[in-house]
């Protein structure tokens, strides 16, 4: 008799491994043959499984480490069984791959090239950043660009920006002397 018919391992972030032990034991009053057993599949593993032919005398358990270790996200199930001359034992496995959070903050563009314009004259453009990432992002920090260049709607320390969400910056340029600019 399984400890559980159904185990749960968990939540973890993909490429962490979770693991849970699971006992059988053998409640009858015989000793009991292992016939076969069926592992389970991956992301799911285990060790500590009985071989075909091993004896379990009444009253024993079998400890087995059942393990869960996903490279992808998502929910997962699974299972093992033991077969014995009583017949076929099973266990429902199940356990859940998260991606781990990840704020992440990406420009419209790389580079914003305003043109050329007279002396005195002013040039507009605007750079939209977006939550890329899939949690809420907190800026540190927002730095205008030095004269003769301007920003206007740079977000606030501490403003929160939420995934899919995006903040726009209104970029100027005026100068009063000629030449180039970066």
């Known amino acids: 008799t399984p400890s559980t018919k159904s185990l749960e391992l968990g939540s973890t972030l993909v490429g962490k491994q979770l693991?849970?032990?699971?006992?059988?034991?053998?409640?009858g009053n015989t000793t009991l043959e292992v016939k076969g057993v069926k592992s389970p599949s991956a992301p799911f593993g285990a060790t500590g499984l009985p071989a075909?032919?091993?004896?379990?005398?009444?009253?024993?358990?079998?400890?087995?480490n059942v393990t869960f270790d996903s490279s992808?996200?998502?929910?997962?199930?699974?299972?093992?069984?033991?077969?014995t001359q009583a017949g076929e034992t099973?266990?429902?496995?199940?356990?859940t791959a998260e991606v781990a959070p990840r704020p992440e903050l990406t420009a419209s563009?790389?580079?914003l090239d305003l043109g050329s314009t007279p002396v005195g004259e002013q040039l507009s453009g605007e750079v939209t950043f977006t939550n890329t990432g899939n949690v809420t992002l907190e800026v540190k920090?927002?730095?205008?660009?030095?004269?003769?260049?301007?920003a206007t709607g740079l977000p606030a320390?501490?403003?929160?920006?939420?995934?899919?969400?995006t903040v726009t910056v209104d970029v100027t340029f005026k100068s009063s002397t000629r030449?180039?600019?970066n």
């Open 141 to 150: 920090g927002a730095h205008p660009p030095s004269a003769p260049f301007g």
């Open 90 to 95: 099973s266990v429902a496995l199940s356990a």
């Open 157 to 165: 320390t501490g403003t929160k920006i939420e995934p899919g969400k």
């Open 72 to 83: 992808t996200p998502g929910p997962f199930t699974g299972s093992l069984s033991i077969t």
């Open 109 to 111: 563009t790389k580079l």
């Open 179 to 181: 030449g180039e600019f």
């Open 52 to 64: 075909t032919g091993t004896k379990i005398e009444p009253g024993k358990t079998i400890t087995v």
């Open 19 to 27: 693991s849970r032990e699971l006992t059988l034991t053998n409640t």
